[in-house]
């Protein structure tokens, strides 16, 4: 499964953006999919999953209240819709599949991911 990202920009702080990730070569509507994000010299770090069906989902405080993450499994495509952005949401945003089918509890660690796209940029300019 390869996962491709897209959306991100340049924006002023206030603004929003949807970011989206593709998937080819397989289907993710099995998989729990997340979202991280990775600033320049810090750690990936997480900011939202959501299950395989939609039906659960899970935020980074930072992040909760502005940004959704949603699926649209026909379209092999999972959304992050980030609004309000602030200064320090400026990182590279990246999609990944986890790929354990028998999880209970959402991941939110990185190595609990499987596959992930290139990443892509989100700057906001305060």
């Known amino acids: 499964v390869q996962l491709v990202e897209s959306g991100g920009g340049l924006v002023q702080a206030g603004e929003s953006l949807r970011l989206s990730c593709v998937a080819s070569?397989?289907?993710?509507?099995?998989?729990?999919m997340g979202w991280f994000r990775q600033a320049p010299g810090k750690e990936r770090e997480f900011v939202a999953v959501?299950?395989?069906?939609?039906?659960?989902?899970t935020y980074a405080d930072p992040v909760k209240g502005r940004f959704t993450i949603s699926r649209d499994n026909a379209k092999n495509t999972v959304y992050l819709q980030v609004n309000s952005l602030k200064s320090e949401d400026t990182a590279v945003y990246y999609c990944?599949?986890?790929?354990?089918?028998?999880?209970?509890?959402?991941?939110?660690?990185?190595?609990?991911?499987?596959?992930w796209g290139q990443g892509t940029q989100v700057t906001v300019s305060s």
């Open positions: 990944a599949a986890d790929l354990n089918l028998v999880r209970t509890v959402l991941p939110g660690t990185a190595r609990e991911y499987d596959y």
């Open positions: 959501i299950s395989w069906n939609g039906g659960r989902s």
């Open positions: 070569g397989g289907t993710l509507r099995s998989y729990t």
